[in-house]
């Protein structure tokens, strides 16, 4: 087997014991769908504290290591975020077994050409914020790395803008170039849901593959789930920010079959979740500490659960 023909998930593995990470099973999905993901346009949209960008960076050291004539555009919300990807992949590319040489003395974070580059126009990689100026670049990947933001979604006008700066993209991208959005939504009207429902390819992980919400907890004490959980256990949560609590089978509620049953009722919107895609990371205990620290179901459900509802459903 000739080294370039390493796959993806490979030479993450590599990377991964050379950083001493332990590699979970959600990594492992998202290294297979990036490689094996061929579509012209894809979303990974994964929950908030999964490593999607670190894996991604890793991803485009891959990307060059196989072809190091590849160029590519990577877009976020402002130049300084989108130079972490760009920096990121440097750090992999110095440093991974595989990438020996590929890299000049001293890289760019805008952006770096690497050794065996073809192009003296267009970088390998270069990091551009969406206010930018990138008419005359070409790219054989856009990688659009958290270009949707709390600060240019709040209004229709900035939704408008954001998507008005980035329509460049169909004029920069050459024959069969891929692009990649890779965050969580942040708005009903999120950009991620307007490229899945326009057909592109995507990986939508959830913190939790199941969940079911009650808000009319004033006077029942009986709630049921219609699924099974995993090995990790029900997580039973009531509240929001401050009255946030996660709680403790036996202590707080007993399971009878498929339900979950108060001697009091809860008096407080109740999620019902099994299945968690990071039950090592994702402890109970952590869980619970965002769940703390966030101020909205909403913000829940759009960082954790990838759910963004319109702003009148939108509840303390």
Not at 62 to 89: E, F, I, P
Not at 90 to 106: D, S
């Amino acid at each position: 087997m000739e080294k370039r023909d390493v796959n993806f998930l490979t030479f993450f593995l590599i990377w991964a014991k050379l950083q001493r990470w332990v590699v979970p099973l959600l990594h492992v999905r998202i290294c297979v769908w990036l490689e094996e993901c061929t579509d012209p346009v894809r979303v990974l949209m994964v929950f908030r504290g999964a490593s999607k960008s670190t894996i991604y960076a890793v991803y485009k050291a891959w990307k060059l290591y196989r072809d190091r004539t590849r160029r590519s555009l990577v877009w976020a919300a402002d130049g300084a975020l989108a130079k972490k990807l760009t920096r990121d992949t440097i750090h992999v590319l110095r440093r991974h077994p595989l990438c020996v040489g590929m890299l000049p003395t001293k890289p760019g974070a805008s952006s770096f050409w690497v050794n065996g580059s073809m192009d003296a126009r267009n970088a390998s990689m270069e990091a551009v914020g969406v206010n930018s100026n990138a008419t005359g670049a070409r790219a054989d990947d856009i990688d659009y790395d958290d270009i949707e933001v709390p600060k240019n979604i709040k209004t229709v006008e900035g939704r408008m803008t954001l998507r008005q700066k980035i329509e460049d993209s169909t004029h920069i991208a050459v024959p069969d170039a891929q692009e990649t959005y890779i965050g969580t939504p942040h708005t009903h009207a999120s950009i991620y849901t307007e490229q899945i429902e326009g057909g592109a390819a995507v990986l939508k992980i959830p913190l939790f593959e199941h969940v079911v919400r009650y808000e009319q907890t004033k006077t029942r004490t009986r709630f049921h789930f219609n699924f099974k959980p995993g090995p990790d256990g029900l997580y039973v949560m009531v509240g929001i920010h401050k009255a946030a609590r996660m709680l403790i089978e036996g202590r707080d509620y007993r399971l009878d079959g498929n339900d979950v049953v108060f001697d009091d009722p809860p008096d407080a919107t109740l999620d019902i979740c099994a299945n968690c895609a990071w039950p090592e990371r994702f402890t109970r205990a952590e869980i619970a500490l965002r769940r703390s620290k966030t101020r909205t179901f909403n913000s829940w459900d759009s960082q954790y659960q990838l759910e963004a509802k319109p702003i009148g459903e939108v509840r303390l």
